[in-house]
Structure formats: structure tokens, C-alpha cells
């Protein structure tokens, strides 16, 4: 885009005046008068204070996710975090999709190139895909944000991490809630949530249930979720944590991507084969995990965590053909990782290690549709089966009380497999792919002050294919010439708190992407190819101001540039220099909030999103929009009981925008007929009530 140069030098500029306004406030900063506040920060699996962690990490917590909040998707909770871009909150067959520093962007439906985790549980498979629609933001207590490479922690993620902890029973006053909710578009939503401690034993349990018609034709969606969780202590130093976790998704539908002229004539109308194919997906889901803690038998910590996710899965796309799907998944594996403290050359070392074995099984089945919506066949039966085993270690030096070095590094083998089942069409579309990757980071940490850092990263990732992206477009079986993108991350950082008001988080990131993963289209059948180079720079910057005890702002700015290099286009054109489509270059996330006694709270927030690329040809801009939004709340005492009372209004001033664009969509039709756009709603409102017991 043309503001390259300006986005650069404005963030020059602001990052030059931040850091000449605060420096006096930070040289004035003293331990004497006031205790040094330590958040410790568990993502990066080497659990530390985050003014000792070399990296991007922001960390939100239970009252900005749940205060007023529908709950309905992470936006909600993360618009706040710089560098977070997220698309499609009102699609639910398609699912939330979510970017970082351009990883992600690609993605036609869920969530790739970032790791997603809840309670030490994985929502990413092995071949790099992760589907969040199980996530329970009803129980949700605590996110960390890791954004850049996170490879050497977690494997198959270049983007970064999101790690979701949700309460335990005795981390909330004993008692039960319930939440009622409705809006526009039909939207209602139940919640009811019970915990409780005996002994040395506790427990917490929540149910919800969501049905939406949603603001587009053939956009109804129907969930229910149900997340449980008991700990016990079994002596001193030792703890056993069961969770489990169901989704039950009967039906979401799935309008489609409109042209732009359909979308200018009707925002509202779902495409004709989405409604005549009734375009849908159902999901069952159930995963149960065990955490089991020790810090008595070894000097350090040891935690080893164990899971089981079944997932059954059935959708029908917007289009005739081989477009009705079908899998039944099992996902399960072990995590262990060990901690301690001790010493190198006399001085204090912190370091983990750990062990990480995970496999994924799918048994997929694949048929044809006639246009009228009939099955004519099967046109595939296979099963599909990733195995990662992973050895890493890391490690924190600290050579002063100031001044920390870190280094880590993680050995990934990763297999991928395809056994065909499917012989009738005359082809054995058997095979498979091994990689062996190394992944790396060094960092730097020096504390100005007690609450003031600066840090430096340098780090590699990688980020695999998926078995979606896998598909060959000149025959069944893995595409041979798709390998996996590599990922070089250079940061550096800023953060700190302003006597007791303001916080703030600067970083300047630089990434370089070899063989970068982007979509294509051959028909109405996504494929992927490697793009040779892209190149990311950018600026983050996030503030939070309690102004006092009633009024605080937090802002979160993003500018970047994302560039296309050594690239040929769907079109066969040269398309070195464009832009990386469907990742704007500024974003900007506001918010002013209120709070009152006894409970009493307002929050306006507004946001600009900027202009961007819906192909790799850059031949359709997608215009920028600002979104504004407001809600409010109250409390009421009653004895020992409490109600709650919310309301929000989302799109204040009925901005027309676009909530998703579908990436390099129907690349074989001309421009103009392409189904690249799913508009947003208008101006829609919701209530609720929660009364807690």
C-alpha cells in the first residue's frame, strides 16, 4: 500500500516521544515507597515475571472478559491487544478467524499458524489447524497473548499463542450464577454456572446454551457447551486437575461470500446455492484432560498433562460437487514439562524442559452434491493421521538483577499420513511427508527499573501444511511440492508502568517468511501453493490509563507493512511488492471506560480497521470502516444475593463494512463476479441479567 514509508515514520516518531516522555517518569521510579508488582505469565512455559519475559505477551483477565460481554467469540475479550486482527464473528460454520503479525491471514475457515490451548489442553492438531468453537468464555478466567514465533514453546506454530485458563472451583466464592441473555436477530443465550470446595477437593461447572438467526439469510446457529473442572490436593506440593469439556453444535449455517454488487444491492441475502444446498455444518464434540502438578518429589516443578478429544464433524459447503464433508476425529497426547531454579558460573539459571507426544487421527469421507442438494457419490474415504514428537528446552540466565539472557531451542518430528481407502476411482492416493525441524530463540531482558524493560528476540518457526492445504490440484494424495514455511522474527520491546496509572507495551517486529503458504483457487476448490518470500515489519503499541478510580483508557495501535516477494499471482502475473491479502495495515482499538459504585459500569469503545487486498493480485481494495460500540451495566445487592444488568450496542452508528472477506476466492471467475464478501451487521443490540447466589 502507498503509507509504507509513513506508517514507519510515524511509528518512529511515537515510539521516540513515548520513550523521551517516560524515561524521567522511570528514573523516578523507586522500590521504597511501593511493592514491585510481579504478574507472573505461564504461556511461554517457562513461568516467570512478565518484566523478565523477552517477548510480546499481553494478559487479560476474568472482568474484561465476561463485564457486559455477549461471550460469543475472543474478539470480544482480545480487540483490545495490539497486532490482533479478527474477522468473521458472525459466521459460525466458518468460525472466528484470527491473524498476528500476518500469520493466519490465509485461512478460508478456523484458525492457522497460531497455537490455541485451554487449561494445558491443545486446540491445535499436529498439522498446524486449530478450531476454537469449543472455547467456554462463560468459565474463562485469565488469556495470554504470545505474539510472534512460538515454536520453540509449543512446534507448529509461527504466529504466536493463545492460552486460555478457565476457573477452578476454588478460585471463586462458593455459590452458583445465572445468566440470561437476547437481542437482536434473534439472539438468545442461557448460562448457569455452580462451584463449590469440600475438603481438599473442588469443583466448577458450566452450562450454556446459544441459538441465533444471525443478520444474513441461511445464518442460524444453534450451541450448546458444557465445561466442568475438579482439582484435588493430594499432599503438600502435589495437585490432580480433571477438566472436560463438550460441545454440541447441531446446526450453523453458512450463507456464502457475496460479490460486491450483490453485497452493495443486499447485505442481508445469502447466495442462491447456499440456500437451495442449505450450507451447513454439524459438530459433537468432547475432550476430557488430566494436569497432574508436583513440586515435592524433585527440587523443581514437574507438570505432565494428558488429553482426549473426539471431534465428529459433518458440513455441507455453499456449492455443488465434492462439496459435502464429513470426519470423525481423534486427537489425544501427553505434555510434560519440568522447571527449576539452580545456578550457572554463580549465577541464578531458570530453566524447563520438556517432552511432547501428540497424534491425530481423522477418518474422512467426502461426497458429491448434485445442485439441487441430492448426494450423487462418494468421491472419497481415507484416513488421515499426523504424529508430533518434540523434545525442547529453555532457559533464563540472569547476569545481574537487571539484566537477563534467555535461550531456547525445539526439535519437532512431525509425520503426516494418507491411507486411501477410496480405490473405486482407479487411484491409490496413499503417502506421506516427515519433517525435522529445529526451532530457535535467543532474547534479551533489562529492567530500567523495577517495573520498566526493555528486551531483544531473535527466533525461528516454522508452520507446516495442514491436510487441507495438502490437497493436490493435479490429483489426489499430498501435494509434492508444498513444503512448510520457515520464519525468521526479529523484536524488540518496551514495557512498563507509570506510578500506579498508566502501562504501557511497545514493540518494533521485523519477520521474513521463506516459502510462505497462500491459497489459491481452481474452481470453487481452495488449493496452496509456497509464495517464495513475504516480508513483515511493524509497530505495536498498546496503553492502559486509570486516570482514576472511576476512569480508565486503554488503546491498542497497530501499523505494518505486509509485502509479497519473489511471487507469481493466481493470475500467472508477477505479483513481487503487493501487499499479503487480507491483512490491513492499521489497526487502532479504543476504549474509554466508566465505573461507578456498587458495580455500576459504562464502557464506549470504538475501533478503525484499515484498507486492505482480498487477492494476491491486489486488484480489489476492501475499504477501512470504523466501529463503534457501547454497553453498560449495573448491580444490585439483595442479602446474599446479587443482580446483575447489562446491555450493549454493537455498530453505534450502523457502519456498512464487511465482517469477513474469503482471501483469493474464486480466482478462476473475473473479478468482478468473485464471492469474496460477507457483509456485518448493522446496529444491533442485546440485554442480560445475571444473578449470582
Same mark, same amino acid.
Given at each position: 500500500?502507498?503509507?509504507?514509508?509513513?506508517?514507519?515514520?510515524?511509528?518512529?516518531?511515537?515510539?521516540?516521544?513515548?520513550?523521551?516522555?517516560?524515561?524521567?517518569?522511570?528514573?523516578?521510579?523507586?522500590?521504597?515507597?511501593?511493592?514491585?508488582?510481579?504478574?507472573?505469565?505461564?504461556?511461554?512455559?517457562?513461568?516467570?515475571?512478565?518484566?523478565?519475559?523477552?517477548?510480546?505477551?499481553?494478559?487479560?483477565?476474568?472482568?474484561?472478559?465476561?463485564?457486559?460481554?455477549?461471550?460469543?467469540?475472543?474478539?470480544?475479550?482480545?480487540?483490545?491487544?495490539?497486532?490482533?486482527?479478527?474477522?468473521?464473528?458472525?459466521?459460525?460454520?466458518?468460525?472466528?478467524?484470527?491473524?498476528?503479525?500476518?500469520?493466519?491471514?490465509?485461512?478460508?475457515?478456523?484458525?492457522?499458524?497460531?497455537?490455541?490451548?485451554?487449561?494445558?489442553?491443545?486446540?491445535?492438531?499436529?498439522?498446524?489447524?486449530?478450531?476454537?468453537?469449543?472455547?467456554?468464555?462463560?468459565?474463562?478466567?485469565?488469556?495470554?497473548?504470545?505474539?510472534?514465533?512460538?515454536?520453540?514453546?509449543?512446534?507448529?506454530?509461527?504466529?504466536?499463542?493463545?492460552?486460555?485458563?478457565?476457573?477452578?472451583?476454588?478460585?471463586?466464592?462458593?455459590?452458583?450464577?445465572?445468566?440470561?441473555?437476547?437481542?437482536?436477530?434473534?439472539?438468545?443465550?442461557?448460562?448457569?454456572?455452580?462451584?463449590?470446595?469440600?475438603?481438599?477437593?473442588?469443583?466448577?461447572?458450566?452450562?450454556?446454551?446459544?441459538?441465533?438467526?444471525?443478520?444474513?439469510?441461511?445464518?442460524?446457529?444453534?450451541?450448546?457447551?458444557?465445561?466442568?473442572?475438579?482439582?484435588?490436593? *493430594?499432599?503438600?506440593?502435589?495437585?490432580?486437575?480433571?477438566?472436560?469439556?463438550?460441545?454440541?453444535?447441531?446446526?450453523? +449455517?453458512?450463507?456464502?461470500?457475496?460479490? /460486491?454488487?450483490?453485497?452493495?444491492?443486499?447485505?442481508?441475502?445469502?447466495?442462491?446455492?447456499?440456500?437451495?444446498?442449505?450450507?451447513?455444518?454439524?459438530?459433537?464434540?468432547?475432550?476430557?484432560?488430566?494436569?497432574?502438578?508436583?513440586?515435592? /518429589?524433585?527440587?523443581?516443578?514437574?507438570?505432565?498433562?494428558?488429553?482426549?478429544?473426539?471431534?465428529? #464433524?459433518?458440513?455441507?459447503?455453499?456449492?455443488?460437487?465434492?462439496?459435502?464433508?464429513?470426519?470423525?476425529?481423534?486427537?489425544?497426547?501427553?505434555?510434560?514439562?519440568?522447571?527449576?531454579?539452580?545456578?550457572?558460573?554463580? *549465577?541464578?539459571?531458570?530453566?524447563?524442559?520438556?517432552?511432547?507426544?501428540?497424534?491425530?487421527?481423522?477418518?474422512?469421507?467426502?461426497?458429491?452434491?448434485?445442485?439441487?442438494?441430492?448426494?450423487?457419490?462418494?468421491?472419497?474415504?481415507?484416513?488421515?493421521?499426523?504424529?508430533?514428537?518434540? !523434545?525442547?528446552?529453555?532457559?533464563?540466565?540472569?547476569?545481574?538483577?537487571?539484566?537477563?539472557?534467555?535461550?531456547?531451542?525445539?526439535?519437532?518430528?512431525?509425520?503426516?499420513?494418507?491411507?486411501?481407502?477410496? /480405490?473405486?476411482?482407479?487411484?491409490?492416493?496413499?503417502?506421506?511427508?516427515?519433517?525435522?525441524?529445529?526451532?530457535?530463540?535467543?532474547?534479551?531482558?533489562?529492567?530500567?527499573?523495577?517495573?520498566?524493560?526493555?528486551?531483544?528476540?531473535?527466533?525461528?518457526?516454522?508452520?507446516?501444511?495442514?491436510?487441507?492445504?495438502?490437497?493436490?490440484?493435479?490429483?489426489?494424495?499430498?501435494?509434492?511440492?508444498?513444503?512448510?514455511?520457515?520464519?525468521?522474527?526479529?523484536?524488540?520491546?518496551?514495557?512498563?508502568?507509570?506510578?500506579?496509572?498508566?502501562?504501557?507495551?511497545?514493540?518494533?517486529?521485523?519477520?521474513?517468511?521463506?516459502?510462505?503458504?497462500?491459497?489459491?483457487? !481452481?474452481?470453487?476448490?481452495? #488449493?496452496?501453493?509456497?509464495?517464495?518470500?513475504?516480508?513483515?515489519?511493524?509497530?505495536?503499541?498498546?496503553?492502559?490509563?486509570?486516570?482514576?478510580?472511576?476512569?480508565?483508557?486503554?488503546?491498542?495501535?497497530?501499523?505494518?507493512?505486509?509485502?509479497?516477494?519473489?511471487?507469481?499471482?493466481?493470475?500467472?502475473?508477477?505479483?513481487?511488492?503487493?501487499?499479503?491479502?487480507?491483512?490491513?495495515?492499521?489497526?487502532?482499538?479504543? +476504549?474509554?471506560?466508566?465505573?461507578?459504585?456498587?458495580?455500576? #459500569?459504562?464502557?464506549?469503545?470504538?475501533?478503525? !480497521?484499515?484498507?486492505?487486498?482480498? +487477492?494476491?493480485?491486489?486488484?480489489?481494495?476492501?475499504?477501512?470502516?470504523?466501529?463503534?460500540?457501547?454497553?453498560?451495566?449495573?448491580?444490585?445487592?439483595?442479602?446474599?444475593?446479587? !443482580?446483575?444488568?447489562?446491555?450493549?450496542?454493537?455498530?453505534?452508528?450502523?457502519?456498512?463494512?464487511?465482517?469477513?472477506?474469503?482471501?483469493?476466492?474464486?480466482?478462476?471467475?473475473?473479478?468482478?463476479?468473485?464471492?469474496?464478501?460477507?457483509?456485518?451487521?448493522?446496529?444491533?443490540?442485546?440485554?442480560?441479567?445475571?444473578?449470582?447466589?
Amino acid at each position: 500500500m502507498s503509507m509504507n514509508k509513513n506508517h514507519y515514520l510515524a511509528a518512529g516518531v511515537l515510539a521516540a516521544v513515548c520513550v523521551s516522555a517516560w524515561l524521567p517518569a522511570i528514573g523516578q521510579s523507586s522500590t521504597d515507597n511501593d511493592e514491585e508488582l510481579v504478574l507472573e505469565v505461564t504461556s511461554p512455559r517457562l513461568v516467570r515475571d512478565l518484566y523478565e519475559t523477552p517477548a510480546a505477551v499481553s494478559v487479560v483477565n476474568a472482568p474484561d472478559i465476561r463485564e457486559g460481554q455477549q461471550r460469543l467469540q475472543l474478539d470480544e475479550s482480545l480487540n483490545t491487544v495490539p497486532g490482533l486482527f479478527f474477522q468473521n464473528r458472525y459466521n459460525f460454520a466458518q468460525n472466528l478467524r484470527l491473524s498476528t503479525r500476518g500469520f493466519g491471514a490465509r485461512a478460508p475457515f478456523g484458525i492457522r499458524g497460531i497455537r490455541i490451548q485451554v487449561d494445558g489442553i491443545p486446540y491445535t492438531l499436529p498439522d498446524g489447524q486449530s478450531q476454537i468453537d469449543a472455547i467456554d468464555l462463560d468459565s474463562a478466567q485469565r488469556i495470554e497473548v504470545i505474539r510472534g514465533p512460538a515454536s520453540v514453546q509449543y512446534g507448529n506454530a509461527a504466529g504466536g499463542v493463545i492460552d486460555i485458563s478457565t476457573a477452578l472451583g476454588d478460585e471463586l466464592p462458593q455459590g452458583g450464577r445465572l445468566r440470561l441473555d437476547g437481542g437482536s436477530d434473534d439472539y438468545r443465550k442461557a448460562a448457569i454456572q455452580g462451584n463449590g470446595v469440600e475438603g481438599d477437593t473442588s469443583g466448577i461447572a458450566t452450562l450454556s446454551w446459544l441459538t441465533f438467526d444471525g443478520h444474513r439469510e441461511q445464518s442460524k446457529a444453534e450451541k450448546a457447551l458444557f465445561n466442568a473442572r475438579v482439582a484435588r490436593d *493430594l499432599d503438600s506440593g502435589r495437585r490432580v486437575t480433571a477438566t472436560f469439556n463438550a460441545l454440541h453444535n447441531p446446526k450453523s +449455517e453458512d450463507p456464502g461470500g457475496l460479490t /460486491l454488487a450483490q453485497a452493495e444491492d443486499d447485505p442481508e441475502q445469502a447466495t442462491a446455492l447456499a440456500k437451495r444446498l442449505d450450507s451447513s455444518q454439524t459438530v459433537n464434540q468432547q475432550t476430557l484432560g488430566v494436569r497432574f502438578e508436583d513440586s515435592a /518429589l524433585l527440587p523443581g516443578q514437574l507438570t505432565l498433562d494428558t488429553f482426549y478429544t473426539h471431534r465428529d #464433524f459433518a458440513q455441507q459447503l455453499p456449492f455443488p460437487g465434492s462439496s459435502r464433508i464429513a470426519y470423525d476425529r481423534h486427537f489425544y497426547g501427553i505434555s510434560s514439562q519440568y522447571q527449576q531454579e539452580s545456578t550457572l558460573a554463580g *549465577l541464578p539459571l531458570v530453566w524447563v524442559t520438556g517432552l511432547d507426544v501428540h497424534h491425530q487421527s481423522d477418518d474422512r469421507r467426502r461426497y458429491s452434491v448434485s445442485i439441487d442438494g441430492d448426494i450423487t457419490g462418494q468421491t472419497q474415504a481415507e484416513n488421515q493421521s499426523a504424529t508430533n514428537v518434540a !523434545v525442547f528446552g529453555q532457559g533464563d540466565l540472569a547476569l545481574s538483577d537487571e539484566l537477563n539472557v534467555s535461550l531456547g531451542v525445539r526439535f519437532d518430528r512431525l509425520r503426516l499420513a494418507i491411507d486411501d481407502d477410496w /480405490l473405486q476411482d482407479g487411484n491409490d492416493d496413499s503417502g506421506n511427508r516427515t519433517f525435522r525441524e529445529y526451532s530457535g530463540v535467543a532474547g534479551i531482558s533489562y529492567k530500567l527499573a523495577p517495573r520498566h524493560q526493555v528486551y531483544a528476540t531473535l527466533g525461528t518457526a516454522f508452520e507446516s501444511p495442514t491436510f487441507t492445504e495438502f490437497a493436490n490440484p493435479n490429483g489426489g494424495g499430498f501435494n509434492p511440492e508444498l513444503e512448510p514455511q520457515q520464519a525468521l522474527n526479529r523484536e524488540l520491546g518496551m514495557r512498563g508502568m507509570l506510578g500506579a496509572g498508566l502501562s504501557y507495551d511497545m514493540a518494533l517486529f521485523s519477520i521474513r517468511v521463506e516459502d510462505e503458504i497462500l491459497p489459491f483457487n !481452481v474452481g470453487d476448490q481452495t #488449493f496452496y501453493e509456497n509464495a517464495g518470500e513475504t516480508r513483515r515489519n511493524g509497530f505495536e503499541l498498546g496503553l492502559s490509563w486509570e486516570i482514576s478510580y472511576a476512569w480508565r483508557v486503554t488503546s491498542a495501535l497497530t501499523l505494518a507493512d505486509y509485502e509479497l516477494r519473489d511471487f507469481v499471482d493466481e493470475q500467472g502475473d508477477d505479483a513481487s511488492g503487493n501487499a499479503i491479502p487480507g491483512l490491513p495495515e492499521q489497526l487502532w482499538v479504543n +476504549e474509554l471506560e466508566w465505573r461507578g459504585a456498587a458495580g455500576r #459500569f459504562a464502557a464506549l469503545e470504538w475501533q478503525y !480497521v484499515g484498507e486492505f487486498y482480498a +487477492e494476491n493480485s491486489n486488484q480489489t481494495l476492501v475499504s477501512d470502516y470504523w466501529l463503534v460500540g457501547l454497553r453498560a451495566g449495573d448491580s444490585f445487592r439483595m442479602a446474599e444475593q446479587t !443482580v446483575n444488568l447489562y446491555a450493549g450496542i454493537r455498530n453505534l452508528l450502523d457502519q456498512d463494512y464487511f465482517s469477513n472477506v474469503r482471501i483469493n476466492a474464486n480466482a478462476n471467475r473475473p473479478v468482478e463476479d468473485r464471492g469474496y464478501f460477507e457483509p456485518g451487521p448493522g446496529r444491533t443490540f442485546y440485554a442480560g441479567l445475571e444473578w449470582v447466589f
